[in-house]
């Protein structure tokens, strides 16, 4: 069910310095505006995405950093705020200087193959940093590149490519588009992206009478105590949840919560766990943030295109005592309800508290996030070696303290098995964590047990 980071170790050889790739053609050279909703301070961090490629011999004798590379240049064309640099306006208001000075680039070899790395492949990754190099300079959120991206060629013919982007300018939607618009131009299928990208970020802020108009947990001003911090002490873990975890779970729920979602369940597994596992005050107050796409809610819709943040982080909050000694349901519950409350007036008012309180973080204090990645389908990006073995963020550690998030993963045969939700805490909350969620996962053999045992008495009777 669960898996340790690997003791896997490999050597990555870069072929030259990681080089500034610019558009392929001349691009505007203007400044643009994030939305409101892009702009918060919870958002200002670089998320690290990974894909694992096989081995094609279709493609034999063609270099994946070459393609991409030319395929990155081409798509910078066309979503060319991506080769600028942010700025800082009045009041702390980000902007896009579209420089076209480029995004960063590294070419690399690794030796190593793609079966060492496991079955099915699921973080942590061994030798991540070598995997995505940290060039000098380039973690600033000001005057600093905007994605990086490294290719790394592997022994057995597959590669690895990853990327990381600065969130506020794209969520998970957003950055899967612009993968699939590379794919495209790598492929060579279409000499312009299928889906044309679309600025038009006004459409996501503050109205001109900013209002909030709903409370927002998740921007709680909390007095920051006992907050679980990275250290030399921190662990890093995957909780593998395949049909046969999810259905034990289910089981654990009255009849009227059976139906919820499958991220909805987990969600509510990993906020119970969690705090179990990190030993709060009982008194306290813990929070769990469902970081939402919320394009569905937004009428009339945005356009085709748009690839900025469509994200809100709605915050289920309870007592610490009271979701321990409840059972899974009442976490459930709660993230059921604080997910329904989400409308096109919520996002509104997230939009309009950013201007009035000024960009306010979310409170760790005994708080931790999750989003779904189990539909963006990042494994689905082809750029002409077939779809990836895994794709999706690459750690659990990123923007909000302790961020997890629900990925598919697939065997070697490419066939989905399941999620895997990895998880980052200090080693010997990790171990609680490991044993509460054990002891869920076999409480319904006890159920059985006496499921078995009803039946048996009513046919003696």
Same mark, same amino acid.
């Given at each position: 069910?669960? =898996? ?10 870069? !072929? ?5 790739? @610019? ?7 203007? !400044? ?65 200087? &579209? =420089? ?34 940290? =060039?000098?300079?380039?973690?600033? $959120? ?9 290719? *790394?060629?592997? %022994? &057995? ?21 612009? $993968?699939?618009?590379?794919? +495209? ?39 920051? *105590? ?33 139906? &919820? ?21 009982? +008194? +306290?107050?813990? @929070? ?6 919320? @394009? ?21 909050? *309870? ?23 989400? =409308? ?30 189990? @539909? ?10 077939? %779809? ?21 993963? %697939?065997?070697?045969?490419? +066939? ?46």
């Amino acid at each position: 069910m669960a =898996t340790l980071s690997t003791s896997l170790t490999f050597t990555v050889q870069k !072929c030259k310095p990681a080089e500034l790739v @610019r558009p392929a053609k001349p691009t505007p050279r203007e !400044c643009k505006l994030l939305s409101d909703i892009d702009d918060q301070e919870s958002f200002r961090f670089q998320a690290p995405l990974i894909q694992f490629y096989r081995y094609n011999p279709s493609m034999q004798g063609k270099d994946p950093a070459r393609i991409i590379r030319e395929a990155l240049a081409q798509a910078l064309v066309y979503y060319y705020p991506f080769a600028g640099r942010l700025r800082e306006g009045p009041n702390g208001k980000l902007m896009v200087d &579209c =420089t076209g000075e480029g995004t960063l680039f590294v070419e690399a070899d690794a030796d190593v193959s793609l079966e060492d790395f496991g079955d099915p492949l699921q973080p942590p990754f061994p030798c991540f940093d070598e995997l995505l190099y940290e =060039t000098p300079n380039s973690q600033g $959120m000001l005057n600093s590149p905007l994605l990086i991206i490294q290719v *790394t060629r592997l %022994k &057995c013919g597959g590669f690895v490519f990853a990327i990381r982007f600065n969130h506020v300018m794209s969520d998970a939607s957003g950055m899967m588009q612009f $993968m699939f618009a590379m794919a +495209e131009l790598a492929q060579d299928h279409h000499h312009v992206p299928s889906i044309f990208p679309v600025w038009e970020r006004h459409f996501l802020n503050a109205r001109d009478a900013p209002r909030v108009t709903f409370t927002h947990h998740e921007y709680d001003q909390v007095e920051a *105590t006992n907050i679980i911090t990275p250290s030399a002490n921190m662990v890093q873990r995957s909780f593998f949840f395949g049909p046969k975890e999810i259905s034990t779970l289910r089981r654990l729920l009255p009849n009227h919560l059976r139906k &919820c979602s499958r991220f909805e369940l987990l969600a509510a597994c990993l906020w119970r766990c969690r705090t179990i596992a990190i030993k709060p005050d009982p +008194e +306290e107050d813990v @929070r769990m943030l469902i970081m939402y796409d919320v @394009r569905s809610k937004i009428n009339p819709p945005l356009p085709s295109g748009y690839y900025g943040n469509v994200v809100v982080c709605p915050a289920a909050i *309870t007592k610490a005592r009271k979701l321990w000694q409840n059972p899974l349901g009442y976490a459930v519950n709660l993230v059921k309800k604080t997910k329904g409350s989400v =409308t096109e007036e919520y996002v509104k008012s997230v939009a309009d508290l950013m201007v009035i309180k000024g960009r306010p973080h979310y409170p760790l204090l005994n708080s931790c996030a999750i989003t779904d990645l189990s @539909r963006a389908r990042f494994d689905d990006v082809d750029f002409g070696w077939g %779809k990836a073995l895994y794709g999706g963020l690459a750690s659990a550690t990123m923007g909000v303290g302790q961020t997890s998030f629900c990925n598919r993963v %697939k065997n070697n045969k490419g +066939e989905e098995i399941g999620i895997v939700m990895p998880i980052c805490l200090p080693a010997p909350a990790m171990e609680r964590f490991a044993k509460e969620l054990d002891s869920m996962l076999n409480e319904h053999h006890q159920v059985d047990k006496l499921e078995h045992k009803s039946v048996f008495i009513s046919s003696a009777l």
